[in-house]
Nanobody, 115 residues
Framework: QVQLVESGGGLVQAGGSLRLSCAAS????????MGWNRQGSGKERETVAV???????HYGDSVKGRFTISRDNAKNTLYLQMNSLKPEDTGMYYC?????????WGQGTQVTVSS
């Protein structure tokens, strides 16, 4: 398994931007897919964005056109650039890595968007 540590969360006004980072404890080159999930208060966890080892991306409908996921294999880091943030983007954001059917999760970083 790989250990994941998220950072970059914080408090931002609506319309603002944040960039989340997820540092992995080892090489992510061979990891099948990595992604970001989030969970707001009283809400179910939802998939925000996913990126495959080949660079193919997938986004949740609520963030399309506003968020961009990327991975830097040389730095063993996953990113999530979040623009035009809305109050409904508020929640705990978790990084995940999937390899050979097994998943690893980070502890999460809190994002709060004020109106």
């Amino acid at each position: 398994q790989v250990q994941l540590v998220e950072s970059g969360g914080g408090l931002v006004q609506a319309g603002g931007s944040l960039r989340l980072s997820c540092a992995a404890s080892r090489s992510i080159f061979s990891i099948d897919a990595m992604g970001w999930n989030r969970q707001g208060s009283g809400k179910e966890r939802e998939t925000v964005a996913v990126i495959s080892s080949g660079g193919t991306t997938h986004y949740g409908d609520s963030v399309k056109g506003r968020f961009t996921i990327s991975r830097d294999n040389a730095k063993n880091t996953l990113y999530l650039q979040m623009n035009s943030l809305k109050p409904e983007d508020t929640g705990m954001y978790y990084c995940a890595a999937i390899k050979d059917g097994s998943s690893s999760w980070g502890q999460g970083t809190q994002v709060t968007v004020s109106s």
